[in-house]
Protein backbone atom coordinates (compact mmCIF):
# COMPACT_ATOMS: atom_id res chain seq x y z
CA UNK A 1 0.00 0.00 0.00
CA UNK A 2 3.04 2.36 1.06
CA UNK A 3 4.07 2.04 -2.86
CA UNK A 4 1.03 2.80 -4.23
CA UNK A 5 0.42 5.87 -2.17
CA UNK A 6 4.38 7.08 -2.92
CA UNK A 7 3.21 6.47 -6.87
CA UNK A 8 0.33 8.94 -6.41
CA UNK A 9 1.56 11.35 -4.15
CA UNK A 10 3.83 12.41 -7.03
CA UNK A 11 2.20 15.69 -9.28
CA UNK A 12 2.24 14.05 -12.39
CA UNK A 13 2.14 10.14 -12.74
CA UNK A 14 3.74 9.06 -16.44
CA UNK A 15 1.27 6.90 -18.34
CA UNK A 16 4.03 5.21 -19.59
CA UNK A 17 8.00 5.90 -18.76
CA UNK A 18 10.60 4.11 -20.42
CA UNK A 19 13.87 4.26 -18.73
CA UNK A 20 17.63 4.06 -20.19
CA UNK A 21 16.28 0.75 -21.92
CA UNK A 22 18.79 -1.12 -23.41
CA UNK A 23 18.64 -4.98 -25.33
CA UNK A 24 20.51 -6.69 -28.04
CA UNK A 25 20.46 -10.13 -29.41
CA UNK A 26 23.46 -11.64 -29.17
CA UNK A 27 26.05 -9.01 -30.38
CA UNK A 28 23.63 -6.96 -32.44
CA UNK A 29 22.24 -3.98 -30.19
CA UNK A 30 18.53 -3.47 -30.85
CA UNK A 31 17.89 -0.87 -28.36
CA UNK A 32 20.69 1.74 -26.72
CA UNK A 33 19.76 3.74 -23.67
CA UNK A 34 16.35 4.31 -24.92
CA UNK A 35 14.39 7.09 -22.17
CA UNK A 36 10.93 8.76 -23.08
CA UNK A 37 7.43 9.08 -21.17
CA UNK A 38 3.80 8.84 -22.31
CA UNK A 39 1.95 11.54 -20.36
CA UNK A 40 -2.19 10.40 -19.39
CA UNK A 41 -3.92 12.32 -21.99
CA UNK A 42 -1.17 13.21 -24.88
CA UNK A 43 -0.78 11.56 -28.40
CA UNK A 44 2.53 10.34 -28.58
CA UNK A 45 4.01 9.00 -32.12
CA UNK A 46 7.03 6.65 -31.62
CA UNK A 47 8.96 7.56 -35.64
CA UNK A 48 10.66 5.23 -37.29
CA UNK A 49 11.67 2.71 -39.79
CA UNK A 50 11.54 -0.80 -39.58
CA UNK A 51 14.14 -2.28 -38.17
CA UNK A 52 14.66 0.54 -35.92
CA UNK A 53 13.79 -1.45 -32.51
CA UNK A 54 10.42 -0.46 -32.31
CA UNK A 55 9.19 -4.48 -32.16
CA UNK A 56 12.05 -4.61 -29.49
CA UNK A 57 10.40 -1.83 -27.64
CA UNK A 58 7.37 -3.13 -27.78
CA UNK A 59 7.74 -6.67 -26.79
CA UNK A 60 9.62 -5.07 -23.68
CA UNK A 61 6.88 -2.79 -22.70
CA UNK A 62 4.43 -5.54 -23.27
CA UNK A 63 6.34 -8.39 -20.85
CA UNK A 64 7.16 -10.37 -23.84
CA UNK A 65 10.40 -10.50 -22.63
CA UNK A 66 12.62 -8.50 -20.31
CA UNK A 67 15.06 -6.14 -21.57
CA UNK A 68 18.92 -6.30 -20.52
CA UNK A 69 19.38 -3.37 -18.44
CA UNK A 70 16.49 -0.27 -17.65
CA UNK A 71 13.42 0.06 -16.74
CA UNK A 72 9.64 0.50 -18.57
CA UNK A 73 6.88 1.27 -16.21
CA UNK A 74 3.16 2.06 -16.73
CA UNK A 75 1.22 4.48 -13.92
CA UNK A 76 4.50 4.06 -12.20
CA UNK A 77 4.22 0.04 -12.15
CA UNK A 78 7.46 -1.65 -12.78
CA UNK A 79 6.26 -4.18 -16.10
CA UNK A 80 9.05 -6.92 -15.49
CA UNK A 81 8.67 -6.53 -11.65
CA UNK A 82 4.92 -5.72 -10.88
CA UNK A 83 3.54 -7.27 -14.68
CA UNK A 84 0.12 -7.94 -13.67
CA UNK A 85 -0.93 -4.76 -12.32
CA UNK A 86 1.31 -3.29 -14.89
CA UNK A 87 -0.41 -5.21 -17.68
CA UNK A 88 -3.66 -4.41 -16.08
CA UNK A 89 -3.43 -0.84 -16.91
CA UNK A 90 -1.76 -1.42 -20.51
CA UNK A 91 -4.22 -1.93 -23.93
CA UNK A 92 -2.83 -3.01 -26.75
CA UNK A 93 -3.54 -3.56 -30.56
CA UNK A 94 -0.92 -5.62 -32.02
CA UNK A 95 0.08 -5.09 -35.69
CA UNK A 96 -0.25 -8.63 -36.49
CA UNK A 97 -4.10 -9.12 -36.69
CA UNK A 98 -4.89 -11.00 -33.43
CA UNK A 99 -8.88 -11.94 -34.41
CA UNK A 100 -10.04 -15.20 -35.10
CA UNK A 101 -11.36 -14.88 -38.59
CA UNK A 102 -13.60 -18.20 -38.04
CA UNK A 103 -15.09 -16.49 -34.44
CA UNK A 104 -17.80 -13.80 -34.48
CA UNK A 105 -16.81 -10.06 -33.02
CA UNK A 106 -18.36 -11.01 -29.59
CA UNK A 107 -16.81 -14.42 -29.32
CA UNK A 108 -13.60 -12.33 -29.76
CA UNK A 109 -14.33 -10.06 -27.55
CA UNK A 110 -15.54 -12.56 -24.88
CA UNK A 111 -12.61 -14.48 -24.99
CA UNK A 112 -9.75 -10.94 -24.34
CA UNK A 113 -12.37 -10.14 -21.41
CA UNK A 114 -11.70 -13.33 -20.49
CA UNK A 115 -8.20 -13.03 -20.23
CA UNK A 116 -8.40 -9.99 -18.30
CA UNK A 117 -10.92 -11.85 -15.37
CA UNK A 118 -13.91 -10.17 -16.85
CA UNK A 119 -17.51 -12.40 -17.07
CA UNK A 120 -18.92 -12.79 -19.78
CA UNK A 121 -22.22 -10.73 -19.29
CA UNK A 122 -20.10 -7.36 -18.16
CA UNK A 123 -17.98 -8.25 -21.48
CA UNK A 124 -21.08 -8.21 -23.69
CA UNK A 125 -22.42 -5.04 -21.94
CA UNK A 126 -18.83 -3.31 -21.80
CA UNK A 127 -18.20 -4.94 -25.81
CA UNK A 128 -21.21 -3.48 -26.66
CA UNK A 129 -20.73 0.36 -25.18
CA UNK A 130 -16.77 0.20 -27.41
CA UNK A 131 -18.25 -1.30 -30.24
CA UNK A 132 -20.59 1.34 -30.73
CA UNK A 133 -17.72 3.83 -30.23
CA UNK A 134 -15.38 2.58 -33.18
CA UNK A 135 -18.87 2.52 -35.24
CA UNK A 136 -19.37 -0.85 -35.06
CA UNK A 137 -22.47 -1.72 -33.18
CA UNK A 138 -24.53 -3.60 -35.16
CA UNK A 139 -21.38 -6.35 -36.16
CA UNK A 140 -21.27 -7.81 -32.85
CA UNK A 141 -22.66 -11.20 -34.18
CA UNK A 142 -20.89 -11.29 -37.60
CA UNK A 143 -17.79 -13.36 -38.43
CA UNK A 144 -14.60 -11.32 -38.15
CA UNK A 145 -13.31 -12.92 -41.85
CA UNK A 146 -16.46 -10.99 -43.26
CA UNK A 147 -14.86 -7.45 -42.32
CA UNK A 148 -12.90 -5.24 -44.08
CA UNK A 149 -9.56 -4.86 -42.92
CA UNK A 150 -9.72 -1.16 -41.32
CA UNK A 151 -13.73 -2.88 -39.29
CA UNK A 152 -10.85 -5.50 -38.28
CA UNK A 153 -8.59 -2.71 -36.93
CA UNK A 154 -11.42 -0.80 -35.34
CA UNK A 155 -12.49 -4.06 -33.61
CA UNK A 156 -8.89 -4.65 -32.32
CA UNK A 157 -8.88 -1.07 -30.92
CA UNK A 158 -12.54 -1.66 -29.24
CA UNK A 159 -11.27 -5.29 -27.50
CA UNK A 160 -8.31 -3.39 -26.52
CA UNK A 161 -10.56 -1.36 -24.07
CA UNK A 162 -12.80 -3.72 -22.42
CA UNK A 163 -10.52 -3.93 -19.30
CA UNK A 164 -10.43 -0.16 -19.35
CA UNK A 165 -6.83 0.64 -20.01
CA UNK A 166 -5.55 3.72 -19.12
CA UNK A 167 -2.63 3.51 -21.55
CA UNK A 168 -2.83 2.15 -25.04
CA UNK A 169 -0.34 1.36 -26.95
CA UNK A 170 -0.71 0.81 -31.03
CA UNK A 171 1.89 -0.90 -33.11
CA UNK A 172 1.75 0.66 -36.94
CA UNK A 173 -2.15 0.44 -36.53
CA UNK A 174 -2.40 1.56 -40.10
CA UNK A 175 -0.22 -0.72 -41.60
CA UNK A 176 -1.89 -1.89 -45.33
CA UNK A 177 -5.35 -0.18 -44.31
CA UNK A 178 -6.49 2.62 -47.45
CA UNK A 179 -6.39 6.55 -46.39
CA UNK A 180 -10.39 6.17 -44.94
CA UNK A 181 -9.60 3.58 -42.92
CA UNK A 182 -6.85 5.22 -42.08
CA UNK A 183 -8.24 8.51 -41.24
CA UNK A 184 -10.96 6.77 -39.12
CA UNK A 185 -8.68 4.49 -37.48
CA UNK A 186 -6.78 7.66 -36.06
CA UNK A 187 -10.05 9.70 -35.47
CA UNK A 188 -11.12 7.15 -33.23
CA UNK A 189 -7.99 6.93 -31.03
CA UNK A 190 -7.39 10.91 -31.24
CA UNK A 191 -10.77 10.93 -29.67
CA UNK A 192 -9.89 8.42 -26.78
CA UNK A 193 -6.80 10.76 -25.72
CA UNK A 194 -9.50 14.00 -26.16
CA UNK A 195 -12.35 12.23 -24.25
CA UNK A 196 -11.35 10.02 -21.87
CA UNK A 197 -7.65 11.09 -21.17
CA UNK A 198 -5.79 7.96 -22.42
CA UNK A 199 -2.36 8.24 -22.71
CA UNK A 200 -1.39 6.92 -26.33
CA UNK A 201 1.60 5.40 -27.65
CA UNK A 202 1.03 5.52 -31.27
CA UNK A 203 4.06 3.45 -33.62
CA UNK A 204 4.58 4.47 -37.17
CA UNK A 205 6.93 5.34 -39.95
CA UNK A 206 4.35 7.17 -41.99
CA UNK A 207 4.99 11.10 -41.12
CA UNK A 208 1.43 12.12 -42.51
CA UNK A 209 -0.15 11.00 -39.07
CA UNK A 210 1.41 13.02 -37.12
CA UNK A 211 0.06 16.36 -35.98
CA UNK A 212 1.96 19.95 -34.99
CA UNK A 213 0.83 19.46 -31.55
CA UNK A 214 2.03 15.69 -31.38
CA UNK A 215 4.56 14.37 -29.27
CA UNK A 216 7.30 12.73 -31.30
CA UNK A 217 9.60 10.24 -30.23
CA UNK A 218 12.11 9.83 -33.37
CA UNK A 219 14.04 5.50 -32.51
CA UNK A 220 16.48 4.97 -35.48
CA UNK A 221 18.80 2.36 -34.92
CA UNK A 222 18.11 1.71 -31.73
CA UNK A 223 18.53 5.18 -30.28
CA UNK A 224 16.11 8.05 -29.61
CA UNK A 225 17.59 10.90 -31.82
CA UNK A 226 14.65 13.08 -30.93
CA UNK A 227 12.07 13.68 -28.33
CA UNK A 228 9.59 16.36 -28.11
CA UNK A 229 6.60 18.43 -29.56
CA UNK A 230 6.29 17.66 -33.10
CA UNK A 231 6.43 21.43 -33.79
CA UNK A 232 9.75 21.82 -32.12
CA UNK A 233 11.77 18.98 -33.75
CA UNK A 234 10.80 20.62 -37.14
CA UNK A 235 12.20 23.74 -35.72
CA UNK A 236 15.42 22.68 -34.02
CA UNK A 237 16.23 20.71 -37.38
CA UNK A 238 15.10 24.03 -39.11
CA UNK A 239 13.31 21.97 -41.47
CA UNK A 240 9.78 22.51 -43.15
CA UNK A 241 7.76 19.44 -41.66
CA UNK A 242 8.45 16.82 -39.70
CA UNK A 243 8.99 14.30 -42.86
CA UNK A 244 12.11 16.70 -43.64
CA UNK A 245 13.15 16.71 -39.61
CA UNK A 246 13.08 13.00 -39.50
CA UNK A 247 15.39 12.42 -43.02
CA UNK A 248 17.94 15.32 -41.57
CA UNK A 249 17.93 13.55 -38.35
CA UNK A 250 18.77 10.24 -39.74
CA UNK A 251 20.73 11.04 -42.59
CA UNK A 252 23.05 13.03 -39.57
CA UNK A 253 23.47 9.88 -37.48
CA UNK A 254 23.80 7.50 -40.30
CA UNK A 255 26.92 9.97 -41.32
CA UNK A 256 27.76 9.77 -37.27
CA UNK A 257 27.98 6.38 -37.67
CA UNK A 258 30.05 5.51 -40.53
CA UNK B 1 -8.04 11.92 -6.20
CA UNK B 2 -8.29 11.69 -9.67
CA UNK B 3 -5.08 10.29 -9.54
CA UNK B 4 -6.13 7.53 -7.98
CA UNK B 5 -8.23 6.61 -10.82
CA UNK B 6 -5.69 7.98 -13.32
CA UNK B 7 -3.46 5.10 -12.05
CA UNK B 8 -6.06 2.33 -11.76
CA UNK B 9 -5.97 2.28 -8.19
CA UNK B 10 -9.99 1.16 -8.05
CA UNK B 11 -8.44 -2.33 -9.95
CA UNK B 12 -9.34 -5.20 -8.03
CA UNK B 13 -6.11 -7.64 -8.07
CA UNK B 14 -6.25 -10.82 -10.01
CA UNK B 15 -8.19 -12.92 -7.36
CA UNK B 16 -9.10 -16.50 -7.75
CA UNK B 17 -12.81 -15.65 -9.35
CA UNK B 18 -10.51 -13.37 -12.33
CA UNK B 19 -8.31 -16.51 -12.87
CA UNK B 20 -11.00 -18.74 -13.01
CA UNK B 21 -13.03 -17.09 -15.65
CA UNK B 22 -9.36 -16.50 -17.43
CA UNK B 23 -8.91 -20.44 -17.55
CA UNK B 24 -12.52 -21.50 -18.61
CA UNK B 25 -12.08 -18.38 -21.12
CA UNK B 26 -9.22 -20.12 -22.78
CA UNK B 27 -10.58 -23.49 -22.82
CA UNK B 28 -13.66 -22.64 -24.30
CA UNK B 29 -11.81 -20.03 -26.94
CA UNK B 30 -9.63 -23.15 -28.04
CA UNK B 31 -12.96 -25.70 -27.96
CA UNK B 32 -14.64 -23.36 -30.55
CA UNK B 33 -11.72 -22.99 -32.50
CA UNK B 34 -11.53 -26.77 -32.53
CA UNK B 35 -14.95 -27.38 -33.61
CA UNK B 36 -14.50 -24.88 -36.39
CA UNK B 37 -11.98 -26.39 -38.03
CA UNK B 38 -13.38 -29.74 -39.96
CA UNK B 39 -10.49 -31.15 -41.41
CA UNK B 40 -8.66 -30.95 -38.34
CA UNK B 41 -11.78 -32.71 -36.68
CA UNK B 42 -11.85 -35.20 -39.41
CA UNK B 43 -7.75 -35.92 -39.40
CA UNK B 44 -7.12 -36.36 -35.56
CA UNK B 45 -10.43 -39.19 -36.51
CA UNK B 46 -9.51 -40.48 -39.41
CA UNK B 47 -5.50 -41.47 -38.30
CA UNK B 48 -6.14 -43.49 -35.80
CA UNK B 49 -8.93 -45.36 -37.43
CA UNK B 50 -6.40 -46.50 -40.54
CA UNK B 51 -4.41 -48.03 -37.43
CA UNK B 52 -7.37 -49.49 -36.45
CA UNK B 53 -9.51 -50.84 -39.81
CA UNK B 54 -6.32 -51.61 -41.24
CA UNK B 55 -3.25 -52.35 -39.46
CA UNK B 56 -4.59 -53.93 -36.73
CA UNK B 57 -7.20 -56.05 -38.87
CA UNK B 58 -4.14 -56.56 -41.00
CA UNK B 59 -1.69 -57.98 -37.92
CA UNK B 60 -4.87 -59.87 -36.49
CA UNK B 61 -3.61 -63.34 -36.99
CA UNK B 62 0.16 -62.83 -36.90
CA UNK B 63 0.08 -60.90 -33.47
CA UNK B 64 -1.85 -63.04 -31.01
CA UNK B 65 -1.67 -61.42 -27.59
CA UNK B 66 -1.88 -63.56 -24.54
CA UNK B 67 -3.33 -62.95 -20.96
CA UNK B 68 -2.41 -60.27 -19.59
CA UNK B 69 -3.32 -57.88 -16.95
CA UNK B 70 -5.95 -56.19 -17.36
CA UNK B 71 -7.11 -58.54 -19.33
CA UNK B 72 -8.56 -61.76 -18.00
CA UNK B 73 -9.18 -63.54 -21.25
CA UNK B 74 -7.13 -63.70 -24.98
CA UNK B 75 -7.87 -60.06 -26.55
CA UNK B 76 -8.24 -59.20 -30.43
CA UNK B 77 -4.99 -57.37 -31.78
CA UNK B 78 -7.94 -54.41 -31.89
CA UNK B 79 -8.13 -54.85 -28.64
CA UNK B 80 -4.60 -54.66 -27.39
CA UNK B 81 -4.16 -51.64 -29.58
CA UNK B 82 -6.77 -49.14 -28.73
CA UNK B 83 -5.47 -48.04 -25.78
CA UNK B 84 -1.97 -47.09 -28.06
CA UNK B 85 -3.92 -44.88 -30.68
CA UNK B 86 -5.59 -43.32 -27.74
CA UNK B 87 -2.57 -42.04 -26.80
CA UNK B 88 -1.83 -41.57 -30.30
CA UNK B 89 -4.40 -39.09 -30.58
CA UNK B 90 -3.17 -37.16 -27.68
CA UNK B 91 0.59 -37.54 -28.67
CA UNK B 92 -0.47 -35.66 -32.11
CA UNK B 93 -2.74 -33.05 -30.12
CA UNK B 94 -0.33 -32.20 -27.83
CA UNK B 95 2.44 -31.87 -30.88
CA UNK B 96 -0.12 -30.19 -33.21
CA UNK B 97 -0.84 -27.43 -29.89
CA UNK B 98 2.28 -26.68 -29.13
CA UNK B 99 3.08 -26.45 -33.36
CA UNK B 100 0.36 -24.01 -33.40
CA UNK B 101 2.01 -21.83 -30.30
CA UNK B 102 4.97 -21.12 -32.28
CA UNK B 103 2.65 -19.78 -35.55
CA UNK B 104 0.35 -18.03 -32.69
CA UNK B 105 3.64 -16.61 -31.44
CA UNK B 106 4.15 -15.14 -35.02
CA UNK B 107 1.26 -14.46 -35.99
CA UNK B 108 0.36 -12.45 -32.55
CA UNK B 109 -2.34 -14.42 -31.02
CA UNK B 110 0.22 -16.02 -28.41
CA UNK B 111 1.16 -12.13 -27.81
CA UNK B 112 -2.30 -11.59 -26.81
CA UNK B 113 -2.54 -14.54 -24.60
CA UNK B 114 0.62 -13.01 -22.94
CA UNK B 115 -0.14 -9.67 -22.03
CA UNK B 116 -2.75 -10.77 -19.79
CA UNK B 117 -2.56 -9.70 -16.25
CA UNK B 118 -2.37 -13.14 -14.98
CA UNK B 119 0.85 -15.21 -13.89
CA UNK B 120 2.60 -16.95 -17.02
CA UNK B 121 2.74 -20.46 -15.62
CA UNK B 122 -1.15 -19.53 -15.46
CA UNK B 123 -1.74 -18.60 -18.69
CA UNK B 124 0.77 -21.91 -19.86
CA UNK B 125 -0.99 -23.81 -18.21
CA UNK B 126 -4.38 -22.90 -19.19
CA UNK B 127 -3.46 -23.09 -22.49
CA UNK B 128 -2.28 -26.72 -22.19
CA UNK B 129 -5.36 -27.83 -20.17
CA UNK B 130 -7.56 -26.41 -23.85
CA UNK B 131 -5.53 -28.50 -25.69
CA UNK B 132 -5.73 -31.79 -23.61
CA UNK B 133 -9.75 -30.26 -23.45
CA UNK B 134 -9.65 -30.47 -27.15
CA UNK B 135 -7.64 -34.00 -27.29
CA UNK B 136 -10.49 -35.97 -24.56
CA UNK B 137 -12.98 -34.51 -27.11
CA UNK B 138 -11.31 -36.52 -29.80
CA UNK B 139 -10.58 -39.60 -27.72
CA UNK B 140 -14.55 -40.09 -27.32
CA UNK B 141 -15.59 -39.52 -30.86
CA UNK B 142 -12.79 -42.36 -31.72
CA UNK B 143 -13.95 -44.57 -28.92
CA UNK B 144 -17.99 -43.95 -30.22
CA UNK B 145 -16.83 -45.54 -33.62
CA UNK B 146 -14.62 -48.13 -32.12
CA UNK B 147 -17.58 -49.60 -30.15
CA UNK B 148 -19.27 -49.90 -33.32
CA UNK B 149 -15.89 -52.16 -34.33
CA UNK B 150 -16.93 -53.54 -30.87
CA UNK B 151 -14.34 -52.19 -28.99
CA UNK B 152 -15.43 -51.53 -25.67
CA UNK B 153 -14.79 -51.89 -21.73
CA UNK B 154 -16.19 -54.34 -19.49
CA UNK B 155 -18.89 -52.22 -18.14
CA UNK B 156 -19.49 -49.12 -19.09
CA UNK B 157 -18.17 -47.44 -16.60
CA UNK B 158 -14.71 -47.77 -18.34
CA UNK B 159 -15.64 -44.86 -19.97
CA UNK B 160 -15.82 -42.82 -17.13
CA UNK B 161 -12.88 -44.41 -15.41
CA UNK B 162 -10.76 -43.40 -18.38
CA UNK B 163 -11.14 -39.93 -18.23
CA UNK B 164 -8.92 -38.70 -15.24
CA UNK B 165 -6.11 -40.79 -17.01
CA UNK B 166 -6.88 -39.14 -20.19
CA UNK B 167 -6.66 -35.53 -18.83
CA UNK B 168 -3.42 -36.32 -17.27
CA UNK B 169 -1.39 -38.41 -20.02
CA UNK B 170 -2.98 -35.25 -22.35
CA UNK B 171 -1.26 -32.82 -19.61
CA UNK B 172 2.15 -34.84 -20.25
CA UNK B 173 1.97 -35.31 -23.90
CA UNK B 174 1.09 -31.14 -24.29
CA UNK B 175 3.67 -30.06 -21.55
CA UNK B 176 6.24 -32.11 -23.76
CA UNK B 177 5.23 -29.88 -26.99
CA UNK B 178 5.31 -26.63 -25.04
CA UNK B 179 8.62 -27.60 -23.92
CA UNK B 180 9.69 -28.50 -27.29
CA UNK B 181 8.42 -25.97 -29.30
CA UNK B 182 10.26 -23.27 -27.08
CA UNK B 183 13.64 -25.79 -26.88
CA UNK B 184 14.24 -26.54 -30.53
CA UNK B 185 14.37 -24.72 -33.79
CA UNK B 186 14.54 -27.33 -35.68
CA UNK B 187 11.32 -28.38 -34.61
CA UNK B 188 9.06 -25.82 -36.48
CA UNK B 189 7.86 -28.17 -39.27
CA UNK B 190 5.50 -30.96 -38.71
CA UNK B 191 7.83 -32.90 -40.60
CA UNK B 192 10.52 -32.80 -38.29
CA UNK B 193 8.58 -33.64 -35.41
CA UNK B 194 6.81 -36.78 -37.02
CA UNK B 195 10.45 -37.89 -37.39
CA UNK B 196 12.30 -37.40 -34.39
CA UNK B 197 9.48 -37.20 -31.70
CA UNK B 198 5.87 -38.91 -32.97
CA UNK B 199 6.91 -41.79 -34.45
CA UNK B 200 9.89 -43.06 -32.20
CA UNK B 201 7.41 -42.23 -29.22
CA UNK B 202 5.02 -44.13 -31.06
CA UNK B 203 6.26 -47.49 -32.14
CA UNK B 204 9.29 -47.49 -28.94
CA UNK B 205 6.65 -47.82 -26.67
CA UNK B 206 3.57 -50.38 -25.40
CA UNK B 207 1.36 -48.92 -27.64
CA UNK B 208 1.85 -51.76 -30.93
CA UNK B 209 2.80 -54.75 -28.97
CA UNK B 210 3.61 -55.98 -25.21
CA UNK B 211 6.66 -55.22 -23.41
CA UNK B 212 7.23 -58.62 -22.71
CA UNK B 213 7.31 -59.90 -26.69
CA UNK B 214 9.35 -57.05 -27.10
CA UNK B 215 11.52 -58.02 -24.64
CA UNK B 216 11.87 -61.58 -26.41
CA UNK B 217 12.79 -59.99 -29.56
CA UNK B 218 15.33 -57.39 -28.40
CA UNK B 219 16.33 -56.83 -25.20
CA UNK B 220 17.54 -53.54 -25.84
CA UNK B 221 14.29 -52.12 -27.43
CA UNK B 222 12.34 -53.04 -24.37
CA UNK B 223 14.17 -51.16 -22.19
CA UNK B 224 14.13 -48.09 -24.81
CA UNK B 225 10.59 -48.58 -24.21
CA UNK B 226 10.94 -48.84 -20.51
CA UNK B 227 12.38 -45.24 -20.61
CA UNK B 228 9.56 -43.72 -23.21
CA UNK B 229 7.30 -42.20 -20.93
CA UNK B 230 4.57 -42.51 -23.75
CA UNK B 231 4.53 -45.88 -22.69
CA UNK B 232 3.39 -44.85 -19.44
CA UNK B 233 0.61 -42.96 -21.35
CA UNK B 234 -0.69 -45.83 -22.65
CA UNK B 235 -0.70 -48.45 -19.79
CA UNK B 236 -2.11 -45.92 -17.56
CA UNK B 237 -4.90 -45.42 -20.04
CA UNK B 238 -5.30 -49.34 -20.14
CA UNK B 239 -5.59 -49.96 -17.05
CA UNK B 240 -8.38 -47.03 -16.63
CA UNK B 241 -10.41 -48.38 -18.97
CA UNK B 242 -10.56 -51.14 -16.93
CA UNK B 243 -10.97 -49.56 -14.33
CA UNK B 244 -7.99 -50.33 -12.79
CA UNK B 245 -5.02 -48.32 -11.72
CA UNK B 246 -1.42 -48.61 -12.77
CA UNK B 247 0.73 -47.03 -10.08
CA UNK B 248 3.50 -47.17 -11.99
CA UNK B 249 2.50 -45.44 -15.14
CA UNK B 250 1.04 -42.97 -12.71
CA UNK B 251 3.85 -41.89 -11.11
CA UNK B 252 5.84 -41.70 -14.31
CA UNK B 253 3.36 -40.22 -15.84
CA UNK B 254 2.33 -37.39 -12.80
CA UNK B 255 6.36 -36.92 -12.67
CA UNK B 256 6.93 -36.48 -16.01
CA UNK B 257 4.09 -33.92 -16.04
CA UNK B 258 5.40 -32.06 -13.23
CA UNK B 259 9.14 -31.82 -15.09
CA UNK B 260 7.86 -30.89 -18.45
CA UNK B 261 5.58 -28.12 -17.60
CA UNK B 262 8.35 -26.87 -14.90
CA UNK B 263 10.67 -26.68 -17.14
CA UNK B 264 8.37 -25.19 -19.98
CA UNK B 265 7.65 -22.50 -17.17
CA UNK B 266 11.09 -21.71 -17.51
CA UNK B 267 11.68 -21.47 -21.31
CA UNK B 268 8.84 -19.18 -21.78
CA UNK B 269 10.10 -16.65 -18.49
CA UNK B 270 10.18 -13.04 -19.93
CA UNK B 271 13.22 -12.70 -18.18
CA UNK B 272 15.76 -15.29 -19.79
CA UNK B 273 13.39 -17.92 -21.97
CA UNK B 274 13.74 -18.33 -25.68
CA UNK B 275 11.55 -15.79 -26.42
CA UNK B 276 14.51 -13.06 -26.61
CA UNK B 277 16.56 -14.70 -28.54
CA UNK B 278 14.33 -15.37 -31.19
CA UNK B 279 12.43 -11.90 -30.64
CA UNK B 280 12.73 -9.49 -33.36
Keep these: MTVVADVTSKAIVNALSVERVSHAYGARTALDEVSFKVEPGSFTVLLGLNGAGKSTLFSVITHLYVSRSGVVRIFGRDVARDSGAALALLGVVFQQRTL ?19 GARETRERGAVQLGRVGLADRARDKVRFLSGGQMRRVEIARSLLHRPRMLLLDEPTAGLDIKARAEI ?73 | MTDAVLTGEER ?16 WRESLRFLHQRERFISALVRPLVWLFIFAAGFRQTLGVSIMPPYDTYVLYEVYITPGLIAMIQLFNGMQSSLSMIYDREMGSMRMLLVSPAPRWFLLTSKLLAGVAVSVLQV ?13 PPTWWGYLSVLPSLVLSGLMLGALGMLLSSLIKQLENFAGVMNFVIFPMFFASSALYPLWRVQEGSPWLATVCRLNPFTYSVELIRFAFYQEVDWLSLAVVAGCTVVFLGAAVIAYDPARGMLMRRGG
Design chain 1, 100 to 118: DPDLSVAQNLAYHGALHGI
Design chain 1, 186 to 258: LEVVRGLVADEGIGVLWTTHLVDEIRDEDHVVVLHKGRVLADGPSRSIVADARARSIGEAFSVLTGGAEGDER
Design chain 2, 12 to 27: RPFGWRQLLICLYGIV
Design chain 2, 140 to 152: YAFLIIAYFWEIE
